[in-house]
C-alpha cells in the first residue's frame, strides 16, 4: 500500500529538493537530499544497514521544518531486539535496579535452590555469561545498581548470593539502601554507552510488560545523571551487609 505523504516543507528557494514530507499514516519524517554515494563517506555512518540510503541536507532545513512536537512517542522493542544490544554496545551497559522481586527470578531453577539450600547455582556456559564475558575480555564495563530493602526480600536475598556469578564474569555489582536512594526514580532501565535507555516496564506482579528505547539527548543525560549518583553512593556487593 502507497503512503500517504504530506508535504511538510523545504529551505529550497526554487522547485526541488531538499525537503521534508510526513507519512500520515505512520507519522515518519521522509526526507529528501541529495544522495551521499562516495563508498568512503558511507564507511564513515554508523550503524548505516545494506537496504538503507543517506542523503545530505542543510541543517536549516531539519531546524525549520522537522517535527516540534515535546511528547515523545514511545519506541517498544521486543526481546530478540532488546537482546541483541548486549552484544552491539561498544564500551559501557549499566542496569539500575529498583524493585522488591522480579518474576523471572522467580521462576529461575537457581532461585528454587536458593530457596533450599540457601546458596544459588550457576551455570557458566548459559548465553548471558559467556556474552557478558567476551564483552568484559574486549574491555568494555558493564554493571548494575541494586536497591534493596531493610530488611531484604527473599528475591533480594538470592541476587545478592548470585552476585558473585556475575562478579566471576567482570561485571560491577554494586549495592544502595532503598533510604539512601530517595532521589533517585523509580525506574529499571539499562543505559548503554551513554547515548540509549531501555526502559523497562513492569506489572503488579513483577513480569516485564514491555521494553522502551530511549535516545532524545535531554532524556538519555537525566538517565546519566541517575546512573553517576546511584554509582557514587553505592558500595559492591561484597562490602553490602543485609540486615535481618
Known amino acids: 500500500m502507497a503512503r ?35 563508498p568512503e563517506d ?17 541543517r536549516e532545513l531539519l531546524v525549520n521544518w522537522g517535527p516540534k512536537e515535546m511528547e515523545r512517542v514511545p519506541e517498544l522493542v521486543d526481546r530478540t531486539t532488546f537482546r541483541r544490544l548486549f552484544e552491539t554496545f561498544q564500551h559501557t551497559a549499566w542496569r539500575l535496579e529498583t524493585r522488591r522481586g522480579y518474576a523471572s527470578d522467580r521462576e529461575d531453577p537457581d532461585f ?7 546458596s544459588s547455582p550457576c551455570d557458566p ?16 564495563h558493564v554493571g548494575r545498581v541494586r536497591v534493596a530493602d531493610s530488611p531484604m526480600t527473599t528475591e533480594q536475598r538470592f541476587l545478592l548470593d548470585y552476585a558473585r556469578h556475575n ?9 544502595l539502601w532503598r533510604e539512601d536512594a530517595t ?23 513483577d513480569n516485564i510488560t514491555g521494553i ?4 532524545e539527548p535531554a532524556e538519555v543525560v537525566r538517565y546519566a545523571i541517575v546512573r553517576d549518583a546511584a554509582m557514587h553512593h553505592a558500595v559492591p556487593f561484597d562490602q553490602f551487609a543485609p540486615t535481618e
Not at 125 to 140: D, L
Open 167 to 175: 562478579a566471576a564474569v567482570g561485571e560491577d555489582i554494586r549495592y
Open 112 to 118: 528454587q535452590e536458593f530457596l533450599v539450600t540457601g
Open 212 to 215: 522502551e528505547l530511549i535516545t
Open 125 to 140: 556456559n548459559e548465553p548471558w555469561f559467556v556474552n557478558i564475558k567476551a564483552q568484559t575480555e574486549a574491555g568494555k
Open 42 to 58: 558511507l564507511a564513515q555512518l554508523k550503524h548505516f544497514g545494506v537496504d538503507e540510503a543517506a542523503v545530505a541536507v542543510p
Open 183 to 205: 532521589d533517585l526514580p523509580a525506574e529499571d532501565f539499562w543505559i548503554f554507552d551513554s547515548r540509549l535507555v531501555a526502559l523497562l516496564h513492569f506489572d503488579d506482579a
Open 4 to 38: 500517504q505523504l504530506r508535504f511538510t516543507g523545504t529551505d529550497s528557494k526554487v522547485d526541488g529538493c531538499p525537503a521534508l514530507h510526513t507519512d500520515e499514516g505512520t507519522g515518519e519524517i521522509i526526507v529528501q537530499g541529495t544522495p551521499v554515494t562516495d
